[in-house]
Structure formats: C-alpha cells, structure tokens
C-alpha cells in the first residue's frame, strides 16, 4: 500500500496543483466576462433612460422621473434606477432600492464634477451591487444631474462558486480515475506477474514444479524470473545428484551415524523433506527480565533430545510451540528461523497459542489428564470439558499450521506424543497423500485404564489416521492393541500388528529411542571442567551419585532421597565419603501437583541433609535449575553411580545419555525396572524404586562393585546403545514408512 501512494501521490499533487491554477485563471476570466457584461448592460439601460430624465430634470417634473425609475421595479437583476439633480440631490429612486436614500454614497459628490461615466461595486451593509453612473449635460457640455443605474451583483458570485463546484467535482473524478488507472496498471505490471512468480516458487518449494514450468513473464521481470528458474534448475539437479549419491555411499557404511541417516533419508525420501510436529521446541528463546539479555536455551525433554540430532542430520521443518518469551522477537514473517542458533541446519516454525490455550491443551488436558492416565503413579487424571476444547482447538491450530507447508506430493509427517492425538486425522483428512507417523514416547497403559478417560473414542480414533503408530517397547504395542480391540469399533489383526477402522490401516511397532551416541561430545569434555565441579562441591575423594531428571512425580526422585538416606542409615562407613548430586530442571511448574512436589523435594532433602549434619560433608546436593545438554556432561563424567529410578517411563534417556558420555567405562548405572530403557540396558543394576530396602543395597552394590564388573558392564551397555542410537531409531521408523507405502 505505501508503494502504491508513493506512485501515485506525486501524480495526483501535480494534477490538482495544475488544476488549480487552471481553476483561477478560469474563475478570473468568468469573472471579468460577466462584469464586462454588466457594464454593458448598465450603460445601455442608463444611456436608454437619459432623455426622459433630462427632460423631468430641466423641466423639473417629478412625476416624469418618479415614472421613470418606477418603470424598473419588477426586473430581475436591474434592481433599479436614480435621477440626481445637478446638485447630487435625488430626485427620484426605484421603490425596491429606495433603501439607498439613507446610505452613505460620498461617490455622487466626487461625480459631480468628473462629467464623465462612472461605474464601481458597491459593498452595501450585507449585499453588493454594481453602480454605473451616466452624467446628463446640456448643450454647453454643463452638468444637469446624473443618472444611477443599480445591478444585483451576487449572480455573479453564484455564477463563480458554481463554476469553483464544478472545477472541484471534475478534481475529484480526475483523481478517482487516475488512481483506478494506476491501480490497475500496477496490478497487471508489477502484482500479477510478481504474484505468478510467488506462486511458482511456492509450488517450487513444495516440489509440484511441472505444472507450473516454464516462467513466462517478459522484459525486466521476465529476466528476473529466468535467472530465478535457472537457480531452481540447479537446486532440483543437485537434489537429484546428491539422492543418487547417498544411494551409492548408504551401501558401504555399517553403523548409523548422522553421516549415514542423512544418506539414507535422502534415499529413501528423495526431494521430500520431513516434517516433524512436537509441541515442545527444540530451541527456546528468553529474555532476561532484568538484564534484558536474550538467550536460546535447550530444554530438558526426551523428544528434543532424540529428535534434534535427526534433524540436524536430515534438515527439514520442525513445527513447534512458541513458548519462550523473546520467540517472536526470532522468527522471520512466516514464524520461521534457522536452528541450531550458530549452524542453521533445519528450520524451526513456531505456533503461537493464546494463554487460554495453553492452560487448557498444555497444563490441562495433556499434563493432568493424558500424562497421569498413561503413568501408573497413583496420581489421578483430571479431565475437564473446557480442557478438552482447548486440546482439539489446538490440535486444529497445529494442523492447519502443517498443511501451509506440506510438498505437493507425498510428504512425510512425524508427530511427536501424546499432545497431538487427534492430528493424524486431520492431516490425512485433507492430505490423503501424506505418510504420517505418530510417536507416543510414554507408556501407553491397559485398556481398563485407559477406559476412564471420557474422551477415549475421538482419541483412538484420532491417532488411527496415522500410518504408523510407535511406542518404544512391545508392550506398550500390545496394550494398545488391546485398547482399540475392546473400546473401539476396528479390526486388531494380532499377527500383522495392525488395526483397520473404516477401512483405513494403521501398523503398530514398537521403537526404543535412544541417543545420538554422545561419545563426541563426551571427548570434548576438559579435565578442567569435572575439576572445578569438584572443587565447587567439595567432592575430591567422594563417592559420587548422580541424578538429572526434570522434576515430575514420574521420576521418583523422593524415593531415590529415601534409598540414599536408607543406605547412609544402614551402611555408616559410607557417611562422609558418599554424595549424591540432583540436578532437578522445574517443569510444568503452574500444575498444583508438580508445584506442590517441588516443596516435598526441598523439605525432604533439607530433612535428611540436616540429619546427617557434618562439618565438611553434605550428603545431598541439590540443584535445581535449568541446565544445558553441555553442562550435564561433566556431571556424568564425574559420577561413579547415575540413579534413574522412575516409577514408570516409556523409555529415559538420561540412563542412556549417562552410557553414552562414559568413554573410560567407569560407572555404575541404576535402572528402575520400570523404564522402557530397563529392557536394553540390561547390564545395568535393577531396581523397584518403591523398595526402599532393595533400592539402598543396590546403591551399596553399586558403591562395591570391582573394577573388571563395571567395565564389562559398560562395555555391554554402550554396545548396546552405539549400535541402537538414535540415528537407526530414525532410519527403522523411515524403513518401516516407506515400506507400508509400498504394500
Ligand atoms: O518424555 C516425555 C515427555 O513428555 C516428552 O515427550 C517431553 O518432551 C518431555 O516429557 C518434557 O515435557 P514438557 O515438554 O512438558 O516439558
């Protein structure tokens, strides 16, 4: 809009500038005409009535004159006529202007002696007229007196200002058509083929490009859009080379590395890119309130964890919620940016919800209904209608978020958890082409479990839309089937692991996350760093016991407090030389339930910190902040023993990221039986973390476990997770995709 005033408001002042000089020339020009014409008229009528009042005037016969001004009363514009004797004295005067014996007209003296023709307008108290004055002379050229004649002037000024009217109203259809004009000039020069040029590049982007091949515009444009088309007719060559080559390199390599993933996924997808849906981010921006610094922050999540890596190796979009409070201050016109921050290698598009939302489809419906229904913790669900809403509105908002950036063909869309049950539907509704798949990434409990939630068929049903549903082991699989066999209205075929509702096939595989193999980041860790956390801490010469969990009732972190008191109480020569670390991130922190555990946590390790009360050691050391991926490491480093004693977890990838980081194979990890990680890391020390008793001796046998025991179980357990990292997660649930595409 401010383009188009910046054209055409230079056009329009020098119209109306040139107009209205024309305007007053014009005006100018009427107005002389029409009193050029009035005087002519005025002459006339004087020079027509100078006999008779000659003759009333020598003769002095008032009734004559008196007949003769009289003889202009009824015209239109003459509003009449004066005889003057030869004094100036008024002899006779038009009824109508008879008014005009009480003005002062100092004028008729001055006449007197000119003997010449005079005419003046006259400004009369509240009206003007025009005045011409003719002598009337004797023989000898003496003046005998005069006659007035008086014009109604304000025609003319009727006349002018209907003329200013119509200059005006021509003005302003000018204007109205000069800007139609250069509207539509500007639309069929510059908008349309700027906007066909637009279109194309958005059916560029998302891969439908033969349709809309060649570019036609011509002249400047047209070069524009040629070298436009030939920059896309590389982009799509080297697409093609670079899929041709993965090919070729995918069959030589062995293990999974993003090197390999990154082959593989442009193997398999080609030109697609994928699109991943959480409603966590992977990068949140914040504002420091006082300093008013921003900074971009990793948060504590499994999914950002497990999927940022793949991303990272593959590119693509990851569409996400907006949820740091300098965010918008990041994302270009479309809500997009590059990430990671330093080395853009995928975007990251963000959604915005309203408060309302957030409390309603975030705290609400997923985080005190779907998480405690999923978890088996004894915490109940809480479901309410309101929230409800606000998750499918939401859901909605998603959806309609991803379809704006779906390929023209068979795009593949990977969504993330349990915020997002009812977005597989959605999709395929309006992108039957698309491969969606759909990671539950915790527990998925039994069917009479799952049957008190009161909005169990719209979620089945929702998650149904999917191709692929994955969870990370074979028994959340199975309850699932078990789920959709007794609730809904499907066909569960137990032998190909798949459910069929309205026709529609949805394969069900189980796929334990992991992660990235870490050992590279590990190998960056400095000798220095574990040293300052030591003399930070006063561990030198320390047993050292880790936990880093996000604060969550799931992951029994009380429990964990009560087995190292437990130990402390039953093994006494361990008082002074044993200290466990929590690093504990708040979460979900406007939920009562997890507000509440914050204070339990404080009070407990308080309580038992106290108990054991010496003067150079503390048993518990509690940190309770955020940290960074880069500032876990040199905890991990530096722990002897890591602890995860969840109560109930679809998988845990802090048991796993502790693995990853121990290159020198010196650890001991603890593993609550009921993590998902439990089934892959078997090598690591069970335990029941509501068995307090069980749960202290396992941190003893941990404590006293040989060197060659730990080393062989490490050894056992990184095998383990190098050889199940996250990339081959990635790359089984892409086989698994494209496969079902085939069948
Ligand atoms: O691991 C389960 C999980 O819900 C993840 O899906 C999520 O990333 C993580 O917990 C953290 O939760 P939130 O995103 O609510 O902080």
Known sequence: M?????????????????????????????????????????????????????????NNDLKIAARVVESFQGRERLQGCIIYDKDGQMLAITKRISNLQQEMRPYIKENLSSKAPRSSLEKLKDYSVYSYILPIL???????????????????????????????????????????????????????????????????????IDKWHPIKEKGELGKLASEVEQLALGIRVARKTISEDAQFRLKKEETWTEVKLRDFVRAKLGENALFVVSNREPYIHTIDESSGASKCVRPASGVVTAIDPIMRACGGIWIAQGGGNADKKFVNTKNKLGVPPEDNRYILKRVWLTKEEEDGYYYGFSNEGLWPLCHITHTRPIFRENDWQFYKSVNEKFAESVLEELPAKNPFVFIQDYHFTLLPKMIKQKRPDATVALFWHIPWPNPEVFSICPYQEEILDGMLGADLIGFHIQYHCNNFLDTANRLLESRVDTEKFSITRVGKETFIRAFPISVDGYTNAASTIKIEQINKIKKEFELENKIIALGVDRIDYTKGILERILAVDRFLEKYPQYRGKFVFIQLAAPSRTHIKRYHDLMGEIDELIEKKNWKYLETDWKPIIYLKRHFSPEEILPFYKLADICIVSSLHDGMNLVAKEFVASKQDLNGVLILSKFTGAARELTDALPINPYSIEEFADTIKLAVEMPDEEKIKRMENMRRTISENNVYRWAADIITELTSLKKT
């Not at 020339?25 to 005025?42: C, G, P, S, W």
């Open 138 to 208: 004797d023989d000898e050229n003496n003046a005998l007196g005069f006659v007035e004649v008086i014009y109604d002037t304000s025609y003319v000024f009727t006349t002018l200002t209907e003329l200013w009217r119509r200059l005006n109203t021509t003005l302003a259809i000018l204007v109205v058509f000069i800007v139609i004009t250069a509207l539509f000039i500007q639309r069929q020069i510059f908008t349309l083929p700027v906007a066909r040029l637009t279109d194309w590049f958005v059916h560029f982007q998302r891969g439908d």
């Open 2 to 58: 401010k383009r188009i005033l910046l054209f055409i408001l230079p056009i329009l002042i020098i119209v109306a500038a040139a107009f209205t000089i024309f305007g007053i020339f014009q005006v100018r020009f009427e107005e002389e005409k029409l009193m050029d014409d009035l005087q002519r008229k005025a002459r006339a009528v004087a020079e027509s009535v100078e006999l008779a009042a000659r003759f009333a005037i020598v």
